[in-house]
């Protein structure tokens, strides 16, 4: 009989890389690099293809060190939630442990080398970022309210942020825009999910809205959210971050995610469970390619600038 099948953490035998890998949350890790990337090529100072390699290396690391510290923390309502039971540490291939040391192993080597690669702003707004998400929203609000999503959205609006405060060295109106964007996109993106989710939330005790206020009240809160983020997220073109590109993106983009809010406020649990909450999916679904869209526009427009293209010359 071998040492892992004595050890009653490890179910399944010994952790692989991937499921250590798996502790980084790779699929939110993508969104960070790609905003944070956005923030840094945007800025309007030229960084050396090295540091920009660095800086978005070390901003990734960072963000996946506080999937592993959340993944340590919540293990418990994990392992009760239809969609997170098969991660690392509930599935037992992975220690709470290991994903505790590796945490924080990572957290102080991104912070410390991104602090070298590039300034201590950019360094100081990474930590903080990685405290926010684990300790203000994992250990905090994730329990306490439900306005958890809301709040807590702020740790994964930073990395466009904390990529323009590795170029520049500060922060400026574009990189407070670029974050009120994700900001504000996060509670209408999770709040969809929680919807056809359903029991999940309730199994872990989570005080999410559609636990604590009710699936119709959730229904408006997506709405109302939607149209304030349709609103900053279309006068954004009219500031120094947008562009003609950009508003026809946001334009057709807002249309869009309007009329999938408001298809989403006028059904009930009724119609939703009839086609299998087909329209909530969708919604999460286009929350996805909205965001990338806006900050792939953002993007566009930052390059047109540098290349010293004006609005007025299209």
């Known amino acids: 009989m071998s040492d892992a099948s004595l050890d009653p953490t490890r179910l399944d035998g010994e952790a692989q890389f991937g499921d250590y890998f798996a ?13 944070a990337l956005v923030g840094l090529l945007a800025a309007p100072v030229d960084v050396h293809p090295f540091v920009a390699f660095c800086a978005i290396l070390f901003i990734a690391v960072g963000g996946g060190a506080s999937g592993a510290l959340n993944m340590w923390w919540d293990a418990d309502i994990d392992a009760v939630m239809r969609r997170t039971a098969k991660r690392p540490i509930p599935s037992g291939r992975v220690t709470g442990d290991e994903a505790l040391a590796i945490g924080l192993a990572l957290s102080g080597f991104s912070v410390v080398f991104l602090g070298l690669a590039t300034n201590w702003v950019a360094a100081a707004l990474l930590a903080f970022t990685i405290f926010f998400y684990v300790v203000i929203y994992t250990m905090w609000l994730k329990r306490w309210t439900p306005q958890n999503i809301v709040i807590g959205g702020a740790a994964g609006a930073f ?26 996109w996060t509670p209408p993106h999770f709040w969809a999910l929680a919807l056809f989710m359903r029991k999940d939330y309730d199994n872990a005790g989570v005080p999410m809205l559609t636990v604590t206020h009710g699936r119709r009240s959730t229904r408006t809160h997506i709405f109302v959210y939607t149209l304030i983020l349709a609103a900053l997220a279309i006068a954004t073109a009219f500031t120094s971050a947008g562009g003609p590109l950009y508003l026809c993106v946001a334009i057709v983009l807002n249309a869009m995610f ?12 009724i119609m939703a469970e009839t086609d299998n909450y087909a329209v ?30 004006l609005w007025g010359a299209l």
């Open 23 to 35: 502790l980084l949350k790779p699929r939110v890790m993508t969104l960070v690099v790609f905003t």
């Open 280 to 309: 909530e999916k969708s919604f999460f679904k286009l929350s996805l390619l909205y965001l990338f869209l806006h900050f792939g526009a953002l993007l566009f427009e930052a390059t047109v600038d540098r290349a010293g293209i």
């Open 258 to 269: 309007v009329k999938g809010a408001w298809h989403i406020w006028a059904r009930d649990e």
């Open 159 to 184: 990395p466009p942020m904390i990529g323009w405060a590795a170029a520049t060295g500060g922060i400026s109106v574009e990189s407070v825009l670029m974050f009120s964007l994700t900001f504000l």
